[in-house]
């Protein structure tokens, strides 16, 4: 082997690629080539050389092989444990990445990589090979003064290494300064990421100033150009005649609007009649699309934020408040223009006619989810309150009933799982954390905006027009084993044919109803789900057991809607020709993709929030014991959610009566000792250990 190294490289590719050729460790290789012993190490450089190339992959058996060594794209999403998972471009399930094979790759950033493996036919395993982009270019954290220099801590526990912050780049920035840092140098194995100070949030005490580090780590826009502003008030001009020409005319129809009692964006209003058996439901949804025309600068914005951000101290509005609470929002007593869903609903809960309309209206009253809850209760004062409400509100109950029980027929899935309410002071503290309840009223609504959503969809599907579909597909069949193998211990299984269907899933969590394990079997279902997205082809959704779905109700707070509100309304003009079509083709998959995206970043921001907050009632709180289920079980110890949704951790290492053991197939902590076990939905006493802030962590130990 006294050939260049390139020449060498060839030779043991060419090797490698020949069909006759089998996976073999070097020792192997040395001994087909008859490569002499003192060689080995240039043919085990050779070798490595290919692995790093990406050309051949490398077994955890050490063995050499050409297939799966084909180069694929993704995005990288590290982990606070040091490995991480890319995001294939193509799509599909995650690949897992161990550490050793990050390859130095910061979170987020778009990577080239290989897949090594699929250990057990469970999760694919790959290693980065090459870093083709870096998409994190600000990261927020706390900044500390070191005596010539500075470091930033990141809030985002993903960025695993502390910024380096150069004298003079620190922009006056002090010890305990929540700060912005633009990255000059995303650092190396050996060497940390480089940055300067490029805003200061405020100090780490300062009321506010935790939620806005998570809003401007999350990358979520905090202020509208003024371009966009401008725009906002000059198209924002009351209804006139002119606006009503050509406009279905409903200003004599009694509707209302039931939102929660804080909602300042209403975008949807409803109206029922009986019309012989039948049921008349009227969905009406702002027209924003009236003000907020294609490629306008207003448009731009929102397709940029792609929805609304709604979180504990503040909402970041995908549109203007002069629009969304100004003239897109269905005020009552006030003229406004809608597109309404006008269904014959049967008494079976079925749809058997409708009509999709350009609208004017005028709601009747503004009512709350609360008010309805009590007038359905019976409650004297609010009936006597809304008494020419009282026959639509009965109407709207006894409907919403019927398409619920429809629904629940084909197999549909409710996930009843509380949503958290957290109550802050004037100065951002949380003074209590609690379930959010759906009552009656909000169930009724729900049930509604499903029934329009689905309307519209199955209409435009036959259409056969580009559209904006929400589809959520099937779950995999290994996750739904492993759902079925863990409820198996409580005695419940599932039945997984060729594929699973929505009402085996719905079944289950109707069993588990009212038991203490019916939020932990919930919550593991979910989990098992896919996330739905927004797609350009309609494949269905599965946790709704629809054969068509979209979202058409909220323009104001969801882009997706927006968009197919100008392609309904294009087509109910005739507008809707051959050059529409294509132009349609052409950005609503680019269209679909962002948004889902938005949608992501968005729940991240909700999700940090509510950690945030929770981690910071809790620290007030220190000491004290409460009774909670043990809502997961993992290697590291048990975590336990109380009766207010708060979830902790009880480390194994706090775990102190026994030797504890995780036995993973059975999701138990078994005392070594003792025999004593720990296992997911049983009841436990525990008392607050430790809160943090600004890891958004709670930690409890057993009592």
Not at 209 to 236: C, H, M, W, Y
Not at 252 to 274: F, H, N, R
Not at 276 to 293: F, K, M, P, S
Request: proline residues 4%; glycine residues 8%.
């Amino acid at each position: 082997m006294d050939q260049t190294f390139e020449k060498r490289k060839k030779v043991i590719y060419d090797f490698i690629c020949d069909d006759l050729y089998v996976p073999m460790r070097v020792r192997e290789i040395a001994a087909v080539l008859q490569i002499p012993r003192e060689q080995r190490e240039e043919l085990k450089s050779v070798l490595d050389a290919l692995v790093e190339e990406g050309k051949v992959s490398l077994s955890k058996r050490g063995k050499y092989s050409k297939d799966q060594a084909v180069r694929k794209k993704g995005i990288f999403q590290a982990n606070v444990r040091g490995f991480g998972f890319v995001a294939p471009e193509e799509g599909g399930d995650d690949v897992f990445i161990p550490e050793e094979y990050a390859g130095g790759a910061f979170h987020g950033d778009e990577v080239e990589y290989i897949v090594t493996g699929n250990p057990g036919g469970k999760r694919r395993e790959g290693k980065i090979v090459k870093i083709l982009s870096h998409s994190v270019v600000k990261v927020v954290g706390l900044y500390e003064k070191s005596k010539n220099f500075g470091f930033v801590r990141p809030d985002n526990q993903r960025y695993l290494s502390d910024i380096y912050i150069p004298a003079g780049k620190e922009m006056g920035a002090m010890t305990g300064h929540k700060v912005v840092v633009e990255l000059t140098s995303y650092g190396g194995e050996r060497t940390k990421p480089e940055g300067k100070v490029v805003e200061i949030l405020g100090h780490v005490n300062d009321p506010g100033t935790d939620i806005l580090s998570i809003v401007k780590d999350s990358g979520l826009p905090t202020e509208f150009p003024e371009r966009v502003l401008n725009q906002a008030v000059r198209v924002g001009k009351p209804v006139s005649e002119a606006d009503c020409a050509g406009r279905m005319d409903l200003r004599d129809w009694q509707m209302v609007t039931i939102d929660g009692e804080d909602a300042k964006d209403l975008d949807d209003a409803v109206s029922v009649v009986k019309d012989g058996e039948n049921y008349r439901l009227g969905v009406h949804i702002a027209d924003v699309t009236n003000y907020v025309q294609e490629y306008s600068a207003l448009d731009r914005e929102a397709l940029n934020r792609g929805t609304s951000v709604y979180l504990a101290d503040r909402v970041i509005p995908m549109l203007p408040h002069t629009l969304s609470n100004g003239i897109c929002s269905l005020n009552a007593g006030e003229d406004r223009l809608a597109l309404s869903c006008i269904m014959t609903v049967d008494p079976s809960g079925e749809v058997t006619d409708h009509i999709i309309a350009e609208t004017v209206i005028r709601v009747d009253k503004r009512m709350s989810y609360t008010g309805v809850a009590k007038m359905l209760e019976g409650d004297a004062d609010v009936l006597a309150e809304n008494e020419a409400f009282i026959p639509m509100i009965r109407l709207m109950h006894e409907l919403s009933g019927l398409i619920r029980e429809r629904r629940g027929k084909r197999g549909s899935i409710d996930f009843d799982l509380p949503e958290t309410k957290i109550d802050l002071d004037e100065n951002g503290r949380p003074v209590d954390i609690r379930p959010y309840d759906r009552n009656p009223a909000t169930k009724i609504i729900e049930d509604f905006m499903l029934l329009a959503n689905e309307t519209v969809a199955e209409e435009y599907f036959w259409r056969e027009v580009p559209f904006l579909y929400r589809t959520h597909e099937a779950p995999e069949e290994e996750k739904i084993r492993q759902l079925s193998l863990f409820i198996n211990n409580f005695g419940y299984h599932i039945h997984v044919r060729n594929e699973v269907r929505p009402m085996e899933i719905q079944k289950l969590l109707a069993k588990v109803d009212g038991t203490p394990e019916e939020a932990l079997i919930s919550r593991l279902a979910l989990r098992s789900m896919k996330r739905a997205a927004y797609t350009t082809e309609n494949t269905g959704h599965f946790g709704l057991a629809a054969k068509y779905y979209t979202h058409f109700t909220s323009p104001i707070r969801r882009y997706p809607d927006l968009q197919i509100h100008r392609i309904i309304k294009e087509n109910l003009r005739g507008r809707l020709n051959e050059d529409r079509i294509e132009h349609y083709r052409k950005i609503l998959p680019e269209v679909a993709a962002r948004c889902s995206m938005k949608e992501r970043a968005a729940e991240e921001a909700e999700r940090e929030v509510v950690k945030l907050k929770k981690a910071e009632y809790m620290k007030s709180r220190i000491g004290e014991e409460y009774e909670g289920v043990i809502s997961g079980v993992t290697k590291w110890g048990i975590y336990v959610e109380l009766p207010n949704t708060v979830e902790g951790l009880v480390h194994v290492s706090d775990m102190w009566d026994d030797h504890y053991e995780f036995v993973e197939g059975r999701y138990e902590m078994v005392g070594e000792h003792t025999g004593k076990t720990y296992k997911l939905g049983q009841t436990v006493k525990v008392r607050v250990s430790a809160a943090d802030r600004l890891l958004r962590t709670v930690n409890f130990e057993l009592v």
